[in-house]
Nanobody, 115 residues
Framework: VQLVESGGGLVQAGGSLRLSCTAS????????MGWYRQAPGKQREWVAV????????NYADSVKGRFTISRDNAKNTMYLQMNSLKPEDTAVYYC?????????WGQGTQVTVSS
């Protein structure tokens, strides 16, 4: 399974970005999909997760109320709408998918928030 992220970029604090993650296979077969991020000098951290039918969604406390995860299985794509961005949201954002015992990762997309 290949995952390709897009939508990253440079934005001012308070701005918005929407990340996309497109999979090479049917995303409905992926039990869970989510977003992680890694800031310079820090460990990769979980941001948000969504089940294959969208029935369960969860967010890290640091993004709750500002970020929205969604998925469109007909397009094999997952999204992360990021609003009210802060400089501390600056990181490389990675798409993640799980199918049974297998884990898959995208190559990452850079998000930079200027103050």
């Amino acid at each position: 399974v290949q995952l390709v992220e897009s939508g990253g970029g440079l934005v001012q604090a308070g701005g918005s970005l929407r990340l996309s993650c497109t999979a090479s296979e049917n995303t409905f077969t992926m039990n869970v999909m989510g977003w992680y991020r890694q800031a310079p000098g820090k460990q990769r951290e979980w941001v948000a997760v969504i089940t294959n039918d969208g029935g369960m969604i969860n967010y890290a406390d640091s993004v709750k109320g500002r970020f929205t995860i969604s998925r469109d299985n007909a397009k094999n794509t997952m999204y992360l709408q990021m609003n009210s961005l802060k400089p501390e949201d600056t990181a490389v954002y990675y798409c993640h998918a799980r199918r049974a015992a297998s884990w898959y990762w995208g190559q990452g997309t850079q998000v930079t928030v200027s103050s």
